[in-house]
């Protein structure tokens, strides 16, 4: 039996898909956990309607306590040998449980990663892990495990609802998580599990849909201060400790940090503006290139900072954007602005920048132009 937790807080307008996505899975031996957060009365009726018409659901109501004490009360109840996570605004594809499965009685894995798939609108793009398909032991990931060594590159993707845990080991690592932890609640169950794991197998299946619906486009910047993110550090640390791969994962865990630092606090690195792009002089005009999570926070954090002129915002996926408010047009726009000093890529993956670069430069954009991350920056 595989259980499959769903943390539910506030989502009413997207369990129909979410659930009826997991009832309807090929693979039928499940148990499905919805586990209402303290969420409104709308949430918990549908919840309870659930395990009326299906009996493998099982429905608990508690108190709002957070993503991590919701995920620890899912698996309190669980009784499969492996679980599995899925969140309540995203959804999965029919045949998304039959393959890890059938992965895992063919390689006799304690976990099973797969990618999934970024929904913006009518978009979609494939996320996938940076390891081959095949089966690994946990020596063989080590060395690249948080990071791949091209800026910011996992290389295990820490998303818990892409993954098939071995129960016993979910015990482990969930179950010691600070119920505190509101950023990084997956990479700190992720990798403890990865080193608690004889096998893994890492599969080139991606079915499950991460989708960014408009009313979560806008992503907040947290006001809280650097040590908001101490509690996440200081538990990875303590588990390759306890695990002797300190002396493996540490520079890792230095550039997890950076990453996780620059996009939820951008002002953090700054003495002068945008330090970790080289540092932007008062008074530049600049375009954005990219209105995803960072694109967002970067459009916010400039605006706010009121020394900097944000002369255009563009993506690829600008129509999507568009039908959630946001002002972002087409690349092809960038040609007929005006006058710029900038164009700054807002994306933290090295090959996508990198690709993004050589469209700009190919588009006749002077690549002196054209800023990313610093090499002071990526390499410190």
């Known amino acids: 039996m595989i259980s499959v937790i769903v943390p539910i807080y506030n989502t009413s307008e997207y369990l129909e898909q979410c659930i009826g996505s ?60 492996f679980v599995g996570y899925v969140d309540s605004d995203d959804w999965i594809e029919p045949d998304y449980y039959e393959k890890m499965v059938l992965a895992q009685e063919k390689t006799g894995a304690e976990m099973v990663l797969a990618g999934h798939l970024h929904d913006i609108g009518e978009d979609s793009r494939k996320v996938k892990d940076n390891f081959p398909t095949g089966v690994y032991t946990r020596e063989l990931l080590l060395p690249t495990l948080l990071y791949s060594g091209r800026f910011f590159e ?45 096998k893994i197998v890492v599969l080139d299946v991606c079915a499950y849909h991460y989708v960014q619906h408009p009313n979560s486009m806008t992503k ?79 459009y916010r954090y400039l605006v706010q900072k009121r020394e900097i002129d944000i002369v255009l915002w563009v993506d690829k996926k600008y129509k999507s954007y568009q039908e959630t408010g946001f002002e972002v047009f087409a690349p092809d726009e960038i040609g007929v602005a005006v006058d710029y000093d900038f164009i700054l890529i807002a994306n933290t993956v090295q090959s996508i920048a990198e690709s993004i670069r050589k469209y700009l430069v190919h588009m006749g954009i002077d690549n002196r132009k054209i800023l990313w991350f610093s090499e002071e920056f990526r390499k410190a």
């Open 22 to 81: 997991i009832l309807n899975q090929t693979y039928r031996n499940l148990e499905v956990i919805l586990v209402d957060d303290g969420s409104s009365y709308l949430c918990g009726k549908a919840c309870d309607e659930y395990a009326v018409t299906d009996c493998r659901v099982k429905v608990i109501h508690k108190e709002n306590g957070g993503l991590v004490s919701a995920r620890k009360a899912g698996l309190e109840a669980a009784t499969g040998e």
């Open 154 to 198: 996992y290389g295990i993707q820490p998303h818990m609802v892409t993954k098939l845990f071995k129960r016993e080991i979910l015990r482990k690592t969930q179950m010691c998580v600070d119920d505190r932890i509101v950023i990084g609640e997956d990479a700190a169950v992720v990798y403890p599990s990865v080193l608690e794991a004889e």
């Open 220 to 298: 907040k910047e947290r006001e809280d201060k650097e040590d908001i993110y101490g509690l996440l550090f200081e538990h990875l640390e303590k588990a390759f400790k306890n695990k002797n791969v300190w002396e493996i994962l540490e520079s890792q865990l230095q550039q997890y940090k950076k990453y996780l630092l620059f996009m939820n606090q951008i002002a953090l690195f700054d003495e002068d503006i945008l330090v970790p792009y080289g540092g932007i002089r008062p008074g530049s005009r600049v375009i954005i290139y990219g209105a995803g999570v960072l694109g967002q926070k970067m």
